[in-house]
């Protein structure tokens, strides 16, 4: 624990530097407010409208976890699709891959046409931009089960089931995580987005609209929630992952 | 005395077809493995055993001794019906007929070169992974690994993680796993490669021990002809490709045996046989078989 609290203590000093400089270069150079607002305004913002902020702030959540939930099931569905049939590891995962030349962004307001104006219309987006990692990491990370492992199991008389429960899914975790942890963080960029093609409340739609009345410090006050958001999302994977895979590798454990 | 039994029997084991010979001493307690023409080859035009027969009789220790790239892996996956034989036949325990190599599958018991531990079991899961594998409830398979622990010289390290053991603890995990989960065979493919030299005469030494009390039938694969000489009861070897037929070295030393058995003199003249065995078919005379 106290390794933990030194280990953070660059990053953390770094940032509190980074945040007097914000706010010394802003009050010293003069910039109007409108376009970077002193930090303590953002802060203060913030705090003024702090019920509203955590009403769009718990929307925006429940759309992104909602949307992260759905993809870790339709991925690793898509995943282990993948690795038990030779067709769809021939068809499907190049598809798979090939999609991610689509701009999501520009294909998001098409979930607006398909889903309309309520909250699943910014699921479906969450979605399109959390899918891939899930379903691309899982299915590599079935591909990356150890093979001697296999023939051994297959040698002590492993049948299929055995050999998929007992041998590539806890192969296939640590692949799993690294997508879930990727997924975790860009899945508040798909609710935001998935707010702004229209929306009526959310931390997306809040700072779109603050933005519209050139109210700086609310729109850095909503952006620095949604990071925040983003980074507790992130963080959560990652607990997550530390106690399914506790024990496997060295160091894992005691970092 | 002992010295000129070795060569004769080295003798009747190169002789063309190697198995006359053998036959006969092979009554004398039941073969568990015999193997009947076995041809295989990952191409039609070099195959690695082009009709090889041996047999393998109850509670024997048998070394095979192969330069490498000659198939000695390939054998055994073979043998435990990882592979399928192109021709020929692999017959374990009482089953006369071609068996099918389904068959074979959870009846052999298999440590390959890498320890192949599963890393996010526990010594005690992966020890018992043969057991489950069989059908075994967990926890009853959970309880037999645990009485065993102690014999392989694992005792206290049951809720470890693999990569919290050192090389050789990790191979006692690895024989372990397949003394509980085979059946009446062990085939050990060249277990101790990977250990520093003092690991490995431990290991060795250590094997002998438990083999002695427990008399399991095991195959051993290996590159190192002391190693062969020390453990085995007889030594199979080979040097031309593809495989038609193994040279034979009973290994008359007493035992239990240790270590020091490598200073003998009839382990020395027993180890210049099996090295001019090897040495001397390696220069291509070994073409006079055919």
Request: cysteine-free; aromatic content about 8%; charged content about 20%.
């Amino acid at each position: 624990m106290m390794r933990k609290a030194s280990a953070a203590l660059p990053a953390g000093t770094f940032i509190l530097l980074l945040a007097a400089l914000w706010e010394a270069g802003t009050m010293l150079l003069g910039i109007p407010h409108y376009i970077i607002p002193k930090l303590s305004d953002v802060f203060v913002s913030m705090w003024d409208n702090r019920q509203t902020l955590a009403g769009h702030f718990a929307v925006t959540l429940g759309e992104a976890l909602l949307g992260l939930g759905l993809s870790v099931a339709l991925g690793t569905l898509a995943a282990v699709w993948i690795e038990g049939s030779r067709l769809a590891r021939k068809t499907l995962y190049p598809l798979i891959v090939a999609s991610q030349t689509i701009p999501i962004i520009a294909l998001s307001p098409i979930m607006v046409l398909w889903f309309g104006y309520e909250v699943w219309s910014k699921v479906a987006v969450v979605i399109l931009f959390t899918f891939f990692p899930i379903a691309v990491n899982t299915a590599d990370g079935f591909r990356s089960a150890d093979p001697e492992i296999g023939d051994l199991m297959r040698a002590m008389g492993a049948r299929k089931r055995d050999l998929f429960l007992k041998w590539k899914l806890p192969s296939a975790l640590p692949g799993f995580f690294t997508g879930l942890k990727m997924a975790a963080t860009i899945s508040v960029g798909g609710a935001t987005l998935g707010e702004w093609l229209g929306g009526e409340s959310g931390l997306g739609m809040y700072t779109k609209r603050a933005s519209n009345m050139l109210r700086a410090e609310a729109v850095f006050s909503g952006v620095l929630l949604l990071s925040l958001m983003g980074i507790l999302l992130f963080l959560a994977a990652r607990l997550a992952e530390r106690a399914v895979l506790s024990g496997r590798f060295p160091g894992e454990q005691g970092r | 005395m002992s010295g000129l039994q070795v060569q004769a029997e080295e003798r009747a084991g190169t002789q063309p077809g190697g198995t006359g010979g053998s036959g006969s001493r092979l009554s004398v307690r039941p073969a568990i493995l015999s193997v009947r023409g076995l041809t295989y080859g990952f191409s039609r035009a070099e195959p690695l055993f082009a009709g090889l027969d041996f047999d393998v009789r109850e509670g024997e220790f048998v070394s095979f001794v192969m330069p490498s790239g000659m198939g000695k892996t390939t054998l055994f996956r073979l043998l435990a019906g990882l592979l399928a034989p192109q021709a020929g036949t692999i017959a374990v325990g009482e089953e006369r007929a071609a068996a099918a190599e389904a068959s074979r599958l959870g009846h052999i018991g298999y440590m390959p070169q890498r320890d192949s531990l599963l890393p996010w079991r526990t010594v005690l899961d992966n020890a018992a992974l043969g057991l489950e594998l069989r059908g075994t409830p967990k926890r009853e398979a959970r309880r037999r690994a645990l009485e065993l622990l102690p014999v392989f010289g694992l005792e206290g390290t049951e809720r470890k993680h693999p990569h919290e053991l050192s090389g050789g603890m990790r191979q006692r995990v690895s024989f372990l796993r397949a003394t509980l989960g085979g059946g009446k065979l062990l085939l050990l493919d060249e277990p101790f490669s990977a250990l520093d030299a003092m690991t490995r005469a431990g290991m060795q030494e250590w094997l002998l021990q438990i083999w002695e009390r427990h008399r399991k039938t095991i195959l051993f694969i290996t590159h190192d002809v002391d190693e062969a000489l020390l453990l085995s009861d007889r030594v199979l070897a080979a040097s031309v490709s593809p495989v038609s037929a193994f040279s034979e070295i009973a290994v008359d030393l007493p035992r239990p045996r240790d270590y020091s058995a490598v200073l003998e003199e009839r382990f020395i003249r027993m180890k210049r046989e099996l090295l001019r065995l090897l040495g001397r078919e390696m220069h291509g005379l070994g073409g006079d078989r055919r």
